[in-house]
Structure formats: structure tokens, C-alpha cells
């Protein structure tokens, strides 16, 4: 049995006595959830369904960062396929999901969130179908007052918000057509809205993606953010995968024995056009695991070729699959 280590590129730090509110507040069926996610992996269990969809509400963003691979691709000349998941098909998805077990859904991947028209109607869906965990990752900018309410009203659980220096100038170099005070004021306002609302939910997130320029500011982003937020996330930073095709990591062999990806036992992507991912890195949907729209991704997960990718990471092959060959975990 191969130990698997869950997400070997981040570290949290709580900063909150709210957390532990948030903590008292999930029911047993959420530390269910959370156990299954470490212990799949590690015992390389397959259940029925993905613990987890990472669902993309939109594909659309407001900003420029270098390091996002919307960006890179934009500055290649590539075109991007932009738009919305149309709310008819993410209630497909989730209501196959609840049929079969899903636990946890994101509501983010490549695009900003707060874009997307029916983000608080996703949200408050999926919780009254019975998910779990619902979240989402976003740069802050569109958190006004108003979506900020209508969020918490909805029973968002988890909110994720990308804010990568504790300086101003580095911070907008960063995020690219965002204000640093602006995003701050906003996140203020939400964790007082919360509070307010005298709900546990939904815990607030910090992080940044630590690269060269800002890897020196770690204590005093912890400084900046701790009387504000509730955790503060550390994320290392991998350049994307897929960014060039013909690109592979070379170490040696038994270096590359021992590795299985986690993702394998957690989680698949829906893109927002319905596109079936295997894993974060699968920004074009390489695989080939079909469409939501007229595909069962609860047969995709127990399907055959699901079955291939995770043989081979488990006889330590994993490099046979183009995807995984161009990936940054084995080496972390």
C-alpha cells in the first residue's frame, strides 16, 4: 500500500476563534466527508462517486495574472472559450451528484465566480439538494456588499479569496485590474455581514501563491490578514502543466515509483461548457471523458478509461499518461 500525501503544496494557519464556531457547527456527516477524502487516497478506495466536483461556474475573469493559465494562454495568442455554465446543466450534475453520494462541489476552476449571474442561485441549489461543502475560490473584487449577503443568505460554506502580497504595488502587479484596498474593504465588509447574520458560515480563506517575488512577505501577510479573516493559506507555486505539450519532467525512474495522485480517489472537473476533466491540470479536457450534458459522471468515475490512469499510477507508471507525465505533484 502506497502512503499518499493529500495536497503536499499548501499550509494553512488558523488566525480565528470562529473556526472553531465553524468546526462546532458541521455535522457528523461532514468529518464522514473529510475522512473519506484523506483516507480514499491513502487506501486507494474508488467509491460510487467523486467526493468532489469541482464545478466551473464561468470561465470568464476580470483580471490578468501572469501565473493563471487563462493568461498565459491569452498572451500565446490562443483562443479561450468563455462563458457560463448554464444553470440547467449544473443542476444536472448536482442532481446526479446528491443521487450518488457527492459530498463536496467547488464553484470555481479557471474563471472568477463572482462573474457568473446565478452564483448565489448555484449556491443555495446545491444546499438545499444536501451537499455538504459548498465553495468557491475568488480574487474579491466583485465581493460588494450586496452579493456578499446574498452568499451567506444562501448557506455558502467555505470562501476562498486569492490575494498574493502584503505590499500594494506587488499585490496589483500580481492581480492584474485589481485594487488592494478595495479587495481588503471588501473582505472586511463580508466578515462583518457575516457575523452579523450570527451564522458559523461561511468560513473565510486567505491565500497566497508564494513565488520568488513575494516568498520573503509570508510573516507579514499573516500580519496583514490574522484580525481579518479566519485561515491563512500558503500555496507553492508549480508553473502550469500544459503549457507546453511536449514538456516532461525528467528525474530518475525510482523517483517517480511511488507516486499515485490524490485526485484519482477525490474529485473530477465539470468545465463550464460541460466538459468532463480529470484533475486541476486538465485545463482542455484532454482525457476525453465526454460531456456532462449527455454523459453519466458516475460512469466516467467507475468507468474504464478511470480505471487505466489509476492502474498505471499505482504500478508506478503514472508517466504513461500524457496528462500526469507533464505534472509538477510527483516531483513536490
Not at 51 to 58: C, F, G, K, P, R
Not at 285 to 294: R, Y
Not at 303 to 314: A, D, F, Q, S, T
Request: proline content about 3%; charged content about 30%.
Amino acid at each position: 500500500m502506497k502512503y499518499i500525501k493529500v495536497n503536499p503544496t499548501y499550509t494553512e494557519v488558523k488566525v480565528s476563534d470562529h473556526n472553531k464556531k465553524w468546526e462546532a457547527a458541521r455535522l457528523e456527516e461532514y468529518w464522514e466527508y473529510r475522512r473519506k477524502w484523506h483516507e480514499n487516497p491513502q487506501k486507494q478506495i474508488v467509491g460510487e462517486f467523486p467526493l468532489h466536483l469541482d464545478i466551473e461556474s464561468t470561465r470568464r475573469c476580470n483580471l490578468r495574472c501572469p501565473m493563471c493559465p487563462r493568461t498565459i494562454k491569452l498572451e500565446r495568442g490562443e483562443k479561450i472559450e468563455e462563458g457560463d455554465m448554464d444553470f440547467e446543466l449544473f443542476k444536472k450534475v448536482v442532481d446526479e451528484g446528491t443521487d450518488n453520494g457527492l459530498c463536496s462541489i467547488k464553484l470555481s476552476y479557471l474563471g472568477e465566480p463572482l462573474i457568473c449571474k446565478d452564483l448565489i442561485k448555484m449556491v443555495a441549489y446545491a444546499k438545499n439538494k444536501g451537499i455538504v461543502d459548498v465553495m468557491f475560490n475568488t480574487n474579491g473584487v466583485l465581493l460588494t456588499k450586496s452579493m456578499s449577503k446574498g452568499l451567506i443568505d444562501a448557506g455558502l460554506d467555505k470562501l476562498f479569496i486569492s490575494f498574493d502580497s502584503s505590499l500594494k504595488e506587488r499585490y496589483e502587479k500580481i492581480r492584474v485590474g485589481a485594487s488592494f484596498e478595495r479587495v481588503i474593504e471588501n473582505v472586511k465588509n463580508f466578515v462583518q455581514l457575516r457575523n452579523e447574520s450570527r451564522s458559523s458560515s461561511p468560513i473565510v480563506r486567505v491565500s497566497m501563491v508564494v513565488m520568488k517575488e513575494n516568498k520573503e512577505e509570508v510573516l507579514d501577510y499573516i500580519k496583514l490578514w490574522k484580525s481579518i479573516v479566519d485561515l491563512i493559506g500558503f500555496v507553492d507555486y508549480i508553473n502550469p502543466q500544459g503549457m507546453d505539450k511536449e514538456k516532461r519532467y525528467t528525474v530518475k525512474r525510482h523517483q517517480r515509483s511511488n507516486f499515485v495522485c490524490p485526485q484519482l480517489y477525490q474529485r473530477l472537473f465539470v468545465h463550464w461548457d460541460g466538459k468532463i476533466g480529470l484533475c486541476c491540470t486538465d485545463y482542455d479536457a484532454e482525457c476525453g471523458f465526454g460531456n456532462a450534458k449527455d454523459t453519466s459522471i458516475k460512469d466516467v468515475w467507475l468507468g474504464e478509461k478511470m480505471r487505466r490512469i489509476r492502474e498505471l499510477h499505482n504500478k508506478g507508471e503514472w508517466h504513461k499518461v500524457p496528462l500526469c507525465a507533464r505534472c509538477h505533484l510527483p516531483y513536490v
